[in-house]
């Protein structure tokens, strides 16, 4: 097979993960082993550096982005698609595959290196290093996204180990949300072309809707104000891609669940410290699945399980069947903001999947 034949192949196939991962849906793709294309080789590896058939560096990321897709495949398939294992045994996998993830970083390239900058890098290995660096973000707030909703609402059995392994995932999430947002922030003030790829929006809406969340699930001892700001850096983001749809679509649910978390903190009480309240293994399991995005954005019906379905349904029906999640009548039900988990902040964080699809 010729070299432009390999390239796209495994480029079909890193993307292909990706965007399922994003979605909320299964992937397609079998075992590495399966397929007869060969990956590209290098000519760097020992043994070829007389292979014909070998690429240069600048080629190196694909395989890199392949490996990080199987990690996300495997996120995917025990983390999101696998009801019958316990919140305990999923929390082991994800901080397995995390530290799965850390190893794909340290044994990247070292022209491929996400954690050092150099000015003498070639502009190609300047893309290649800001791409994986924000695919690796995002890749650990997919591996650990899971256990947000858990963390906040866990039951009374719990053992103090499997809460401060929720605890682990939070931070280790939070931070990865931060980072990410950051990092593309700095990177649309210096380099202005990198404001055309349109894929920035996903990992902005992703990071931006787990700082939100924390905050309207009223997770203690999270700098609330700081990840406000950093929200607001995601929607100038945006911003800066106006000219792009998707963008555009993206500022506006970031803007109405804003609007909600200030209002939120601003009706909860200075004192305020979270209650947990006892859930079922089950109701855990369902807070795994995607949520339709109809039910917080108000542009359908929206059908399938549902964080909410233990909620009243005159609870369920002023949040689902509002124009915009600035109609939630919070006067109505302010216990939703101070006791339990916030019914809206998780129906946000389980909706993105499928508002990408939407997108």
């Known amino acids: 097979m010729r070299k432009e034949g390999k390239r796209t192949w495994w480029?079909?196939?890193?993307?292909?993960v990706e965007m399922c991962c994003s979605s909320g849906r299964l992937d397609s793709m079998k075992d590495l082993d399966y397929y007869q294309v060969p990956l590209p080789t290098l000519k760097t590896t020992p043994g070829h550096e007389q292979d014909p058939d070998t690429e240069d560096n600048d080629v190196a990321m694909i395989?890199?982005?392949?490996?990080?897709?199987?990690?996300?495949?495997?996120?995917?398939?025990?983390?999101?698609?696998?009801?019958?294992?316990?919140?305990?045994?999923?929390?082991?996998?994800?901080?397995?595959?995390d530290r799965r993830l850390l190893a794909w970083k340290e044994g990247l390239p070292a022209f491929l290196n996400v954690d050092k900058a150099s000015l003498n890098d070639p502009e190609w290995a300047f893309k290649q290093k800001l791409v994986l660096r924000l695919r690796f973000y995002n890749?650990?707030?997919?591996?650990?996204?899971?256990?947000?909703?858990?963390?906040?609402?866990?039951?009374?059995?719990?053992?103090?180990?499997?809460?401060?392994?929720?605890?682990?995932?939070?931070?280790?999430?939070?931070?990865?949300?931060?980072?990410?947002?950051q990092m593309q922030y700095e990177s649309f003030l210096h380099r202005i072309y990198i404001r055309t790829w349109w894929y920035n929006t996903t990992y902005a809406l992703y990071s931006s809707m787990i700082l939100l969340y924390l905050i309207l699930a009223g997770v203690p001892d999270i700098p609330e104000e700081e990840l406000?700001?950093?929200?607001?850096?995601?929607?100038?983001?945006?911003?800066?891609?106006?000219n792009v749809v998707v963008a555009r679509r993206c500022a506006e649910m970031i803007r109405e669940v804003m609007d909600v978390t200030r209002e939120c903190l601003r009706r909860r009480p200075a004192d305020h410290a979270q209650v947990l309240r006892p859930q079922s293994q089950q109701q855990q399991q369902m807070q795994m699945q995607p949520t339709s995005p109809s039910l917080i954005l108000g542009t359908g019906t929206g059908t399938g399980p549902t964080v909410m379905a233990n909620e009243s349904s005159a609870l369920h029906q002023n949040y689902s069947n509002a124009t915009t999640l600035n109609n939630y009548n919070f006067d109505s039900h302010?216990?939703?903001?101070?006791?339990?988990?916030?019914?809206?902040?998780?129906?946000?964080?389980?909706?993105?999947?499928?508002?990408?699809?939407?997108?």
């Not at 480029?11 to 292909?16: D, F, L």
């Not at 990080?68 to 929390?91: F, G, V």
């Not at 406000?228 to 106006?242: A, C, G, N, P």
């Open 11 to 16: 480029c079909i196939y890193s993307h292909e």
């Open 334 to 359: 302010p216990q939703a903001f101070i006791t339990g988990l916030n019914p809206i902040a998780t129906a946000v964080l389980t909706a993105i999947p499928l508002y990408i699809k939407q997108l």
């Open 63 to 97: 395989p890199v982005m392949v490996a990080l897709a199987q990690i996300m495949t495997k996120a995917s398939h025990h983390l999101y698609h696998s009801n019958k294992r316990s919140m305990h045994e999923r929390s082991r996998i994800a901080m397995d595959l």
């Open 139 to 181: 890749t650990r707030i997919l591996i650990h996204r899971p256990f947000l909703v858990a963390s906040t609402s866990t039951s009374t059995s719990t053992s103090t180990s499997e809460q401060i392994s929720y605890l682990n995932h939070i931070h280790l999430c939070l931070a990865a949300a931060q980072s990410s947002i």
């Open 228 to 242: 406000l700001k950093d929200v607001e850096k995601s929607l100038d983001i945006f911003e800066s891609m106006r």
